[in-house]
């Protein structure tokens, strides 16, 4: 699976982008929470990172619900369920942060409502992940419960990100300059 190392040049780019994008427009100068962010942009950049949860038949899990339904079912506390609830809160702060018109074109599955939902259940994930008690993901509870508390703001965050790169792909030679 995808996951490119901090050294990768994707990862850098989605580094500086990310850190010039929080301070700059929000004031936010917290590198354990720019650093997930980055983390997370460059791991979903293949569709596989983000529908990597399996259903029982070893098929992707393509829908948030499915996925909630699936980590519900993980016994209290444990890595795993730590795990689920955390990529449940990425794939949440993705589709809201960055692409929160595809979640309003498929209202059919959370209502007109979607990105309240999406960013509800992305919350709530987050949360629940922070209060894992599995000693493997000790280090990444602070940043967890930020993501929790401060959801909308890292999903605006995004957003604005994601117009740095539309912004650079309209400039002639297509570079973002950070």
Known sequence: MWDPTP???????????TEQTFFTRFGI??????????????????????????????QPITEL??????ANTLPE???TRREYFRHIGDVSLFWTGLFPETLERRSESWGPSAVMNYTTCGKRSY?????CDDVAG?????????????FELCATGLREVRREWEEAADKPNGRIVL
């Open 77 to 79: 506390g444990g890595r």
């Open 29 to 58: 100068a917290d590198p354990s929470l720019v650093d997930y962010l980055s983390a997370l942009l460059a791991r979903f950049v293949h569709r596989d990172a983000i529908y990597r949860l399996r259903d029982a038949g070893g």
């Open 138 to 150: 000790h280090e990444e509870v602070p940043v967890l419960k930020r993501l929790s508390e401060q």
């Open 127 to 131: 949360l629940i992940a922070s209060q």
């Open 7 to 17: 050294e990768h040049p994707l990862h850098r780019l989605f580094a500086g982008c």
């Open 65 to 70: 619900a499915a996925m909630l339904q699936e």
